[in-house]
C-alpha cells in the first residue's frame, strides 16, 4: 500500500520569501514521486519528479524538491516566490502508472 | 503541441439525470486516464485505458459509472443516474505509455454540479 501526505492544506508567504511546502510519503517499496502544480481553471502541470537517480530534483519555475529516505520526506522548496506561483500543489507516489496516489493538495497564497 | 481537451467545461444537471463527457487525448499517447477530484480533495483514479482496452477500473462505481474509448483515441465517461455526491471536477489525462515514471498531461476538467 502506498499514501502521501501532504501537512499543510494553505500556505502563505510573501513575494521574494521562501516557500516550503511539505509532503510525507508512505510505501514499502521505492516509489517515484512527483509534484504537480494546479492553477485556478487550469489543468494539472507537472513540476518535478523523483524517480531514483538524484536525490535533489530541480523543476521548473525555479521550484527544487530533495528526497530523503530516512525521513519518507518529499519536500518542495523555492528560494523567492512570485505572484505567479501563487496555486494548489499535489504531492503524488507512485509505484507504477496504475497505482498514482495524490495528495489532498496544499494552496499557496502568495502576498505582495 | 495541443494539449488534452476537455468539454464541456461546466455543467449542471439535477439528481437522476445522466451526463456524459468527452476527452480528446494528446496525439500519439497511448494512456487515458479519468479522474475525480471532489472539492478540497486530490484527484482520484477512475478508470485507466491503454489504447482501447481498460487497464484499471477498480475504483469505477460501475452501476452508474461508465467509459469507452472505441478507437484508442478520444474517450467519453458517463453517468447515470447521477448523485449528488457526483459532484466534482472530473480531470482527463494522457501518457505516451504505462511506465511507473511516465508524465501525465491533464486537460483543464468538467466541473459538474449535481443539484
Known amino acids: 500500500a502506498q499514501s502521501v501526505t501532504q501537512l499543510d492544506s494553505h500556505v502563505s508567504v510573501s513575494e521574494g520569501t521562501p516557500v516550503l511546502l511539505r509532503c510525507n510519503y508512505s510505501?514499502?517499496?521505492?516509489?517515484?514521486l512527483f509534484w504537480y502544480v494546479q492553477h485556478p481553471n487550469k489543468g494539472l502541470q507537472l513540476l518535478l519528479k523523483?524517480?531514483?537517480?538524484?536525490?535533489l530534483v530541480k523543476g521548473i519555475n525555479g521550484f527544487e524538491a530533495e528526497f530523503k529516505k530516512s525521513e519518507t520526506s518529499f519536500h518542495l522548496t523555492k528560494p523567492s516566490a512570485h505572484m505567479s506561483d501563487a496555486a494548489e500543489y499535489f504531492c503524488?507516489?507512485?509505484?507504477?502508472?496504475?497505482?498514482?496516489?495524490f495528495g489532498s493538495g496544499t494552496q499557496l497564497t502568495v502576498l505582495p | 503541441e495541443a494539449g488534452v481537451a476537455q468539454s464541456p467545461r461546466y455543467k449542471i444537471i439535477e439528481k437522476r439525470q445522466s451526463v456524459a463527457f468527452w476527452c480528446n487525448p494528446i496525439?500519439?499517447?497511448?494512456?487515458l486516464y479519468w479522474y475525480q477530484q471532489i472539492l478540497g480533495q486530490g484527484p482520484k483514479l477512475l478508470i485507466q485505458?491503454?489504447?482501447?482496452?481498460?487497464?484499471?477500473d477498480s475504483q469505477l462505481p460501475k452501476d452508474r459509472f461508465s467509459a469507452e474509448r472505441l478507437k484508442g483515441v478520444d474517450s467519453t465517461l458517463k453517468i447515470q443516474p447521477a448523485k449528488l455526491e457526483d459532484s466534482a471536477v472530473y480531470l482527463c489525462?494522457?501518457?505516451?505509455?504505462?511506465?511507473?515514471?511516465?508524465?501525465?498531461?491533464f486537460g483543464s476538467g468538467t466541473q459538474l454540479s449535481v443539484l
Open positions: 489525462a494522457s501518457s505516451l505509455d504505462l511506465g511507473a515514471n511516465e508524465k501525465l498531461f
Open positions: 510505501s514499502s517499496y521505492s516509489p517515484s
Open positions: 523523483y524517480t531514483s537517480a538524484a536525490t
Open positions: 503524488v507516489v507512485s509505484r507504477s502508472a496504475r497505482q498514482l496516489t
Open positions: 496525439s500519439g499517447h497511448a494512456t
Open positions: 485505458f491503454q489504447n482501447n482496452g481498460v487497464v484499471d
